[in-house]
C-alpha cells in the first residue's frame, strides 16, 4: 500500500489506517504546518500521515529535510499510485481554520480518509497539546547544527555577551495582505526598548542588545531606517549576509535569539522560528 523505496531509511508506521490531503505547493513552513497537523489528527483517529504520489513539491524537498528534520523525514510516506482513495471529509474551509478533528471519528472506518477544503491546517491548535512531541518531529539534524556552528566561528559578536533581540520580516509573498511593512517595522523596532521593559520586568534594562533582522529581500532590509543612537542597540545586522540555508535560520534563531518580535502574520516560516524557541524566550507578533 506504501511506497517502499528506500524504506530502509525510514521508521516503521505506527498504524495502518491513513491520512492525507491533496498535494500542496507552500514551501517549508506550510510543510511542517500540515504534517504537524496530520500528525496530530491522526494520532487522535489512530491513522498515519501519507502523501500521495502526485505531491511533487515534498518528494523534491525530501533530501533537504532529511538534513534539517530527520525525525520528519523518516515518517514520509507515500500511497502507492494504484491505490484508491475511499473517503473524502471537508474539515477546514481555509488555511487557517481550526475545527475540533473530534467530529472526524464519526468518519474514521474507511482504511484511507482524506481531507479536502482548506489543507493546509495553519492553526497551532491542532498540535498543541502534543508540543513536546512536535519539537522532536522537527529537532535539527547533525549537518544543520554543523552548518551554524560553523557559521558562528565566523560571526565573532553571536559568542559576545550582549542579548540578541530578533525580528523577522517577509516582503514578497502576501503583497498588500499580511506581508511586512516598513513603517510598521520601523515603529516595531522603535518599541522594543519598552517592550522589554515590559516583558522582562527589570528596572533597568541591559545595555548591551544586538539586534538581528530576518529577511530574503535585502532592497527591503536596506529601507528600514534605525537611528542606533536613539535606541538600545550596539551593533545591528542582517541574517540574510550570513548566508545560511533556510534549515540554519530556523537553527540559528533557536540558539541565538533571546527575543523575536514577528512583523508578517502571514508567514507560516516565522510561526516555526518563534515555536521552536526555547520556552524561556520572548516571542511577539507585531
Partial sequence: ???????????????????????????????????????????????????????????????????????????????????????????????????????????????????????????????????????????????????????????????????KICVHTRFGDFVGFGESVIEQVEALIGLIPKLLFRLIKRNVIDKRYSLLIFGEDKNFLNQIKINKNKFLFNKIYHVLDFSLSRGGELYFAKEYCDALFLTAPLSSFAFWMGYLMPNNSLNHED
Wanted: aromatic share 16%; net charge positive.
Fill in 1 to 163: 500500500m506504501l511506497e517502499d523505496t528506500e524504506f530502509e531509511k525510514k521508521i516503521k508506521p505506527k498504524f495502518n489506517k491513513f491520512i492525507l490531503t491533496e498535494p500542496i505547493n507552500g514551501q517549508l513552513g506550510n510543510q511542517m504546518y500540515r504534517f504537524a497537523s496530520l500528525y496530530a489528527i491522526g494520532k487522535l483517529l489512530n491513522r498515519t500521515p501519507v502523501y500521495i504520489q502526485q505531491d511533487n513539491y515534498i518528494k523534491n524537498i525530501e533530501v533537504e529535510l532529511s538534513k534539517i528534520f530527520p525525525n520528519f523525514f523518516k515518517q514520509i510516506y507515500f500511497l502507492k499510485s494504484e491505490f484508491k482513495i475511499q473517503k473524502k471529509f471537508q474539515l477546514a474551509t481555509t488555511c487557517c481554520d481550526y475545527n475540533n478533528p473530534k467530529i472526524l471519528l464519526k468518519e474514521n472506518n474507511a482504511k484511507i480518509l482524506r481531507l479536502i477544503g482548506g489543507i493546509y491546517f495553519e492553526s497551532y491548535k491542532y498540535f498543541d497539546h502534543l508540543r513536546e512531541e512536535i519539537l522532536n518531529l522537527f529537532e535539527f539534524g547533525p549537518e544543520i547544527v554543523k552548518e551554524i556552528e560553523e557559521a558562528t566561528q565566523k560571526i565573532y559578536f553571536l559568542n559576545d555577551n550582549s542579548r
